[in-house]
């Protein structure tokens, strides 16, 4: 009888810890929208994103993402500087309805290149300082590197049909997260391959896939997301 206690007690403990697995050969799914608006003809404007994420493609909460920032793109210089602030809802995988929230200050650059006559690259270079829940102050630092190949024009434009690829690597600034609790400082990978349409001059879709890689498990995610240009005036 005791011997059959401790079975259940222990799988009674375990239990949570099985629920926050995440299931890897379950496609998960993001919707996102993201924006960039111009102030005028000046060198200001804002952007951002909102991102819902979820482990099972839909339902199952991953992330409730929050992103808006201002920019500035001196004249000429062909780059864009952000400046911005984050909130991100983290759930936990499974049954269980825990969640965690993440407060986090950004700065970025952007810049882009034609290689040939479709080859549009875009670099960004993002540093983040985050207050987590439970957590000591993190940093951590992203390069992401974007590819577009226009397929019936050489530009974005309405009706353009391109493939969308990137990839992206994140490393954590420490290690060390505070109560005995460390990561690596390789943090995960995300690499991307999509296709998009111009539904307006100013307005895209996308679909593709995401797998991301962290230290680990590693997951697909579909991915769709619509991307906004557009000025006040």
């Given at each position: 009888?005791?011997?059959?206690?401790?079975?259940?007690?222990?799988?009674?403990?375990?239990?949570?810890?099985?629920?926050q697995?995440?299931?890897?050969?379950?496609?998960?799914?993001?919707?996102?929208?993201?924006?960039?608006?111009?102030?005028?003809?000046?060198?200001?404007?804002?952007?951002?994103?909102?991102?819902?994420?979820?482990?099972?493609?839909?339902n199952?909460?991953?992330?409730?993402?929050?992103?808006?920032?201002l920019?500035?793109?001196?004249?000429d210089?062909?780059?864009?500087?952000?400046?911005?602030?984050?909130?991100?809802?983290?759930?936990?995988?499974?049954?269980?309805?825990?969640?965690?929230?993440?407060?986090?200050?950004?700065?970025?650059?952007?810049?882009?290149?034609?290689?040939?006559?479709?080859?549009?690259?875009?670099?960004?270079?993002?540093?983040?300082?985050?207050?987590?829940?439970?957590?000591?102050?993190?940093?951590?630092?992203?390069?992401?590197?974007?590819?577009?190949?226009?397929?019936?024009?050489?530009?974005?434009?309405?009706?353009?049909?391109?493939?969308?690829?990137?990839?992206?690597?994140?490393?954590?600034?420490?290690?060390?997260?505070?109560?005995?609790?460390?990561?690596?400082?390789?943090?995960?990978?995300?690499?991307?391959?999509?296709?998009?349409?111009?539904?307006?001059?100013?307005?895209?879709?996308q679909?593709?896939?995401?797998?991301?890689?962290?230290?680990?498990?590693?997951?697909?995610?579909?991915?769709?997301?619509?991307?906004?240009?557009?000025?006040?005036?």
């Open positions: 009888m005791k011997k059959l206690l401790l079975l259940l007690l222990c799988a009674w403990l375990a239990s949570p810890l099985a629920a697995t995440v299931e890897e050969d379950k496609l998960g799914a993001w919707y996102m929208y993201f924006y960039n608006a111009r102030f005028g003809d000046g060198p200001f404007g804002i952007q951002g994103d909102y991102q819902f994420r979820f482990w099972n493609f839909g199952d909460l991953e992330q409730v993402l929050i992103r808006n920032g920019t500035y793109t001196p004249k210089a062909g780059v864009t500087f952000t400046l911005g602030y984050a909130s991100i809802t983290t759930g936990t995988p499974g049954e269980s309805t825990n969640t965690v929230h993440e407060n986090r200050i950004y700065q970025e650059a952007i810049f882009s290149q034609r290689l040939g006559g479709r080859f549009l690259l875009t670099h960004r270079f993002r540093s983040e300082q985050r207050w987590l829940e439970d957590q000591d102050f993190r940093t951590r630092y992203r390069y992401n590197i974007f590819v577009n190949v226009p397929l019936n024009a050489t530009d974005f434009g309405k009706g353009v049909v391109y493939l969308a690829l990137y990839n992206e690597i994140f490393i954590n600034g420490q290690t060390d997260i505070g109560d005995g609790r460390e990561v690596q400082y390789f943090d995960r990978n995300r690499t991307y391959l999509g296709i998009g349409f111009g539904l307006r001059d100013n307005l895209r879709i679909l593709g896939a995401m797998n991301q890689t962290t230290a680990n498990w590693s997951k697909w995610q579909a991915q769709f997301s619509a991307h906004h240009n557009f000025s006040f005036r």
